[in-house]
């Protein structure tokens, strides 16, 4: 990100933590020509749960390649590695908003400024219905892709053990190493629990060895309610100017164009 963006962000947003994506890391470390077994390595510690694990593989590539290794700690973990995080779900990968924008828009440039209002309003008009209809179709408490990663989740959840240790608690045993998952402050001893907001398979099942809803431990915003709430407005048509009915304190206004001078060599 350019400095003075980060700059911006920072103020106008001073809770806002700055991550870093890994994808694009990871496209520097291959210009840097660092060895596939090193990139591997990267890749799963900045992925890893547990920061002893993370510690484990950077002292791995630290071993073969001290030089990467100082390239990687130039920046700080915080902002790369989901286990030094001090923000929770970082791997939620999503599509910058102004990019897939843009690529839509793409047609529409080259229409007058009134008829690319309406591309743009029909666009949304189309997309807010599509979306509401889809969430309020679900039959679940959470969304489609919440279901999907729980259901991928469950049949590993079926075959651990599970010792209740009280009201909340659990013990749960997988391959042989012990789990405490606490339902009530929704952790688990691999930290996926707490990082995702979604339920780890430990979780699972603790959860439901004592027949309890799955979405009561999945953070809000992953349940149907807000699913439906981001779409929840519509965009209405503007109709045919004739049947506008403009204020006259807006009728009266004068727009001109901006006070804009081109900068030296933006032409
Ligand atoms: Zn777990």
Not at 49 to 57: H, M, N, T, V
Not at 85 to 105: E, H
Request: aromatic residues 12%; glycine residues 2%; positive net charge.
């Amino acid at each position: 990100m350019h400095q003075s963006i980060a700059y911006a962000i920072a103020k106008v947003y001073p809770e806002s933590h700055h991550g870093i994506c890994i994808y694009h890391l990871e496209q520097n470390l291959k210009r840097r020509k660092v060895k596939s077994e090193v990139i591997k390595l990267f890749q799963t510690a900045a992925r890893v749960y547990r920061r002893k694990k993370f510690d484990l593989y950077m002292l791995d590539i630290a071993k073969v390649d001290k030089k990467t290794y100082d390239y990687l700690m130039e920046e700080p973990p915080e902002r790369w590695s989901r286990s030094c995080s001090p923000r929770r779900r970082y791997d939620m990968l999503t599509t910058n908003i102004v990019k897939s924008m843009n690529s839509v828009l793409l047609e529409a440039r080259e229409l007058p400024i009134l008829r690319m209002m309406d591309f743009i309003q029909v666009k949304l008009q189309r997309w807010f219905y599509k979306r509401r209809n889809e969430a309020e179709g679900t039959f679940y408490d959470f969304s489609c892709w919440v279901e999907e990663e729980l259901k991928k989740k469950i049949d590993l959840a079926f075959t651990l053990n599970v010792f209740p240790v009280d009201s909340w608690r659990s013990r749960v045993e997988e391959e042989g190493i012990t789990f405490l998952v606490d339902l009530n402050k929704r952790t688990c001893d691999c930290f996926q629990f707490q990082f995702d907001e979604l339920p780890c398979i430990h979780a699972i099942a603790a959860i439901e060895k004592r027949n309890i809803k799955k979405s009561n431990f999945c953070s809000h915003w992953y349940l149907k309610e807000s699913w439906l709430k981001t779409y929840e407005r519509q965009i209405h048509p503007i109709g045919h100017t004739d049947s506008w009915i403009v204020p006259e304190d807006v009728k009266s206004q004068i727009v001109k164009p901006p006070h804009f001078k081109v900068p030296p060599g933006r032409r």
